[in-house]
């Protein structure tokens, strides 16, 4: 059985990895591809419950990533173990695009009602982020009859050869696969942390006119006419490139010019959506501004593969036969899903935001006592720290942020870099202001350590 509630603290006994994690890590490497963009330290697990990861060792860790913004409610959280259950002893497949079961209206009716999106809203769904992007990149060229589309620099959307077009956060991702499958351009992120003329902090109201302006009267006039142009796809908290928060402005402003292009606003909520930002989509964080598609993943299913393309009813207007996916909206994967919101509505989207901002609380306050911290933001459990090598020129620490990383494996918690020399912080939802405590002691230990 699992520990409980009484478990405090990450409890380590042996080496790290231990001698039965080295097992598999040897097995891994004979037999899995090296393709996997694993961090230094390594972690293999055995068992999760609630925020804690248990390695073969025996080992206990303090998971603030939630396998990577994915288990929201927490591991093996009893009621979605329950729903999984019950719906496997009644259907597990039947391929939904060609017969009907329940499960698939069902939880698109959910996500009519939560979306931020104006009116009706219909749903494909798929089976991770990068088949919920490709489906919205398809239904934008279709409905609009254009094929160009504008993404950002830092962003990631999946790695399949059409989300693989839009995505540009590291070189690794694209070396090796030639030219892009998709006409897509990119144009700088509005980070006002960093702005991309001089990498230096400037205010909002100047990183989102200069991005705007870049879009408008660069792209638009020269290489990219908006009458062509199909999507613009964008993440409202940039992930992989280093959660950072769009502008409230900026955001506005994006819409606007959809609105006066006909092009659509593709919102890519797969790792900010769920709750994840301490309300149930980033984008409900811009009052007044709505989506014309959206695409959810991760944090929706607790763990189980299943994505969603979520888009106003009047742009899904495809023909029969255009888009479908033997096992996308699978009965299993719904319960699972539709469990989730339903644990999200009933208070894990408020506790995110509350154990959140106590969580953000504590990491200014490490700021304060870091030069090395550049930068701590974020929304809800969507947190950023990002690492410099001073005050002055805030240059990218990404070594000093590898080592406060292994620096926390070693004892006992798990985070994970993203962005250049930022350190995420994305726990299950269901941490408690407790579990902040422990996990900004052994954050401040680890820092203190690798300075
Ligand atoms: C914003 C965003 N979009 C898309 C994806 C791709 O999702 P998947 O890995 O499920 O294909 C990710 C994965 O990290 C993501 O963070």
Redesign the pocket.
Known sequence: MTPTAELQKPIIKTELPGPKSREIIEADAKYVTPSYPRPDYKLVAEKGYGVWIEDPDGNIFLDCNAG??VCSTGHCHPEIVEAIIKQTQTLIHLCGTDYYYKQMPDLGKKLSEICPIEGDTKTHFA???????ETALKLAMYHTRRQKFISFFG??????LG?LSL?SSKKAQRLGFMRQALDVVHVPYPNKFRHFADEMPCDEEKISRDVINWIENRLFKTTTPPEEVAGIVL?VV???GGYIPAPKSFVKELRRICDENGIMLIV?????GMGRTGKMFALDHHEGVKADIM?L??GIGSGL?I?ACVARADIMDWHKGAHASTFGGNPVCIASALKTIELLENGLVENSGEVGAYLQEGLNKLKDKYEVIGDVRGLGMMLGVEFVTDQETLAPNAELRDKIEMECFNRGMIILGCGTSTIRWSPPLILTKENVDVALEIFDEAIAASI
Not at 268 to 272: I, R
């Open positions: 990577v913004a089976n991770s982020g990068a088949e919920a992007i962003s990631f959307h999946g790695r399949t989300a995505t993440e940039q992930g992989e890519d909520e797969v790792q900010s695409c993943a991760k593969p994505g």
